[in-house]
């Protein structure tokens, strides 16, 4: 039912070429107002905030980047979502087993006498 869905996002995660992960924001320095370009580009990364500054040259390639790994955050969300469906779909049919407790306490059998 899903599969061409599902098939498609998966063609169109493998044609994201490029991703970053974090947040870009504007840099300056407070001793120098009149510089301006700098970005820095900020992640967690082993339980550690990362921080790596952007020259102004870079920074359409960064913000490129960023744009593609947001597709593929929304991209994956979508195919999970497809998964998560069929999976309900295909649980939804089946029965619930009953449940038996057993007993602590073997049972005897009575004797035929």
């Known amino acids: 039912m899903n599969q061409p869905d599902k098939t498609r996002i ?3 995660i ?5 991703m970053e992960r974090g947040k870009l924001s504007t840099y300056s320095f407070k001793d120098r107002p009149n510089v301006v370009g ?3 580009l900020q992640h ?3 339980g ?3 921080t790596r500054y952007v020259p102004a040259e870079e920074l359409p390639a960064v913000q490129s980047a960023l744009e593609g ?3 593929y955050q929304r991209l994956t969300g979508q195919y999970a979502d497809l998964v998560i469906q069929e999976t309900r779909q295909k649980t939804a049919g089946l029965k619930k087993k009953k449940f038996r407790p057993i007993s602590s306490s073997p049972k005897r059998r009575k004797s035929k006498v």
């Open 69 to 71: 790994y947001s597709h």
């Open 10 to 12: 998966l063609q169109q």
């Open 44 to 46: 967690w990364q082993d």
């Open 14 to 18: 493998a044609a994201i070429s490029d």
């Open 48 to 50: 550690k905030n990362q």
């Open 38 to 40: 700098y970005h820095k």
